[in-house]
């Protein structure tokens, strides 16, 4: 079946410009993370939602970070006013739930280079 | 506070010996613990996962991992390491005690399983 599935793949964007990542999760996955891994690194939490409603913020580095599942499917990451520390690749993942159903399984990331 | 080490940047082993993977974990509360492997140009795969019952947890391709809870470790092991398991291991944590959703990851374990 359908893995999670992120979009784009690679974003080039100038230092300032406002951007938007997309992650479709597995159908009927309850729960959806956000991470960030920098090279070299594993990947830094962002944030958590359960269907529609942002349950876990407390990784977002800043207010330029904002995301939203507004149907509890698709979601979107959104940075605003770019800068070069948010060159990273950005992870989606997504799970049946909680507990026993806690298995994240993950999209291929979208590679963000900011110049 | 939530924290995970993994304290081996790299590990080395020949073809049809032992390998462990080392991972030491800190939680407030309770921990559920993954381990997920990345392989070049892919993305994050789960391995296994303990949440809670047996302490000896078998997952995929032959791992196995075993919850420490008094030396707070989760060390993944496979008796018999093949070439095709070298990769870029991850250990992660998520303290439910507390009731956040924050998964924290390690900083990786590269393996190389030399023929």
């Known amino acids: 079946g359908a893995g999670v599935s992120q979009s784009p793949r690679y974003k080039v964007a100038k230092r300032g410009q406002d951007v938007a990542l997309r992650c479709d999760p597995i159908?009927?996955?309850?729960?959806l993370f956000w991470y960030q891994q920098a090279l070299g690194q594993g990947p830094e939490f962002l944030t958590y939602?359960?269907?529609?409603?942002?349950?876990?913020k407390s990784g977002l580095p800043s207010d330029r970070f904002f995301a939203e599942r507004p149907e509890g499917s698709v979601s979107t990451l959104k940075i605003q006013r770019t800068q070069q520390e948010d060159s990273a690749v950005y992870l989606c993942?997504?799970?049946?739930?909680?507990?026993?159903?806690?298995?994240?399984?993950f999209g291929p990331g979208t590679r963000l280079l900011v110049l | 506070a939530q924290s995970v080490a993994q304290p081996e940047d790299q590990v080395n082993v020949a073809e049809g010996n032992p390998l462990t993977v080392k991972c030491t974990y800190s939680?407030?509360?309770?921990?559920?613990l993954f381990w997920y492997v990345q392989y070049p140009n892919r993305g994050l795969q789960f391995l296994l996962k303990?949440?809670?019952?047996d302490n000896l947890v078998k997952g995929s391709y032959g791992f196995e991992a075993e919850f420490n809870k008094s030396q707070t470790s989760f060390h993944l092991k496979k008796p018999s390491a093949l070439v095709s398991d070298s990769a870029l291991y991850f250990c992660?944590?998520?303290?439910w005690g507390t009731g956040g959703f924050k998964t924290i990851f390690g900083a990786g374990t590269r393996l190389f399983v030399k023929a």
């Open positions: 992660a944590v998520r303290d």
């Open positions: 939680v407030s509360g309770n921990p559920y």
């Open positions: 303990y949440i809670t019952g």
């Open positions: 159908s009927g996955h309850v729960s």
């Open positions: 939602f359960q269907n529609e409603a942002q349950l876990d």
């Open positions: 993942a997504s799970s049946l739930g909680s507990g026993d159903q806690e298995t994240q399984y």
